[in-house]
């Protein structure tokens, strides 16, 4: 009872070093990506046009001459100096806040995506070079196995129990095997730019993977609308929203905008008079309505917001679809891999016993040598369907993941 307590917490602390190693992975891609690091430029530029909607249209000052002075009753006009302001009416400033703030709030659900779909792929490339790793243990593990055969053969070979052509059968399979062998040793060594390019790294840093990989008991359970929470749908969600606050900018640059404004004129006195306004400067303040009487651009743009609404609906309707069927691809997938793997561990079971069997029949002096390659090569296959399974199923909760995680 006591082995079989360390064997579980040995199995639990394994299990959660290689997800702690993969979060980390996932963490150091995130944080080290040009891409989010972009996505985020774009999100602080959109938040800053919040500040930029606080604006009134700039203040107009204007000084005129007159060449020829206009008489006055009160004396001669010498110049024109003005001040005008322009006001947006009420409402419409906050209107332009609320617009950029719905941009800004598009903006960052690009950001969130951004950061799923990097993790997505370095879970991808994490469990691609687990599947590597694992199948290049298995194909030297066999590799000594048939070392094994191979001495068996020659004990055979001097007994007169078997032929030499058995011997060189076996060592013609030991080379197979160092051939894939060496082929995935060149797999890992791309497979490891590939996720050292996702870290933004060195493309040679080398990466360990812990080990190992189990199916677990039993499938999360999903709730029916998680799917609807992903971040593809939410953008979608927040530019129906920017568009609702673009048409309430719309209609409170509809209304009209007010002026104010300060006329100063400077008077010369009249030298041959003598009256108590006599040389009085002129002000008059002042106060303007700019009504939009041709507001055929107001409606083009309430055409263009419905329009925009309708279009935005659409392309949700349409992402939803794709996504609901890479979700239920994916848990299909995930299912068959393990059915997959169950049936591989049956599979390979049976051909244990059926070694074992060999095994037993070499002590008794007997052994067809034909059958240990056959069971072998069974062996090999059943083992390597088995990671490719297993690798499958985790490859496919990581789509799940991505499409329902909140």
Known sequence: MKNINIVIC???????SRAQQLQSFISEAVGNSPEIQAYNLRHNIAEEKVNEADWIPNTEFSAGYFVSEPE???GAQRARFSARQMLPWFGTITARENYASAMADSEYEEIVI???KLALSVSQSYYRLYSIKEKQKVLEENIQLLKTYEKLALTSVEVGKASAVDVLRLQIRQNELQQQKEVLDEGYLGEQTTLNTLLNRDGNTEVVILEKLMLPDEDGVFAEDALTLNPELLKYDKLYESVVQSEELNQAERNPMIGFGLDYVPVSERPDMSFSDNGKDIFMPMVSVSVPLFNNKYKSTSKQNELRQLEITAQKDNRLNVLESAFAQAISQRNQARIKYNTQEKNLKQAND???????????GTIDFNDVLDIQELQL???INQISAITTYYAQSAVVN???TQ
Do not use: D, G, M, P
């Not at 040995?10 to 959660?16: E, T």
């Open 10 to 16: 040995l199995l639990f602390v394994s299990a959660f």
């Open 72 to 74: 006055t009753r009160t």
């Open 114 to 116: 951004a950061r799923r």
């Open 354 to 364: 059926a070694e074992e069997i060999l095994i037993k029949n070499y002590e008794t």
């Open 381 to 383: 296959k059943f083992q």
């Open 402 to 404: 991505y499409l329902i």
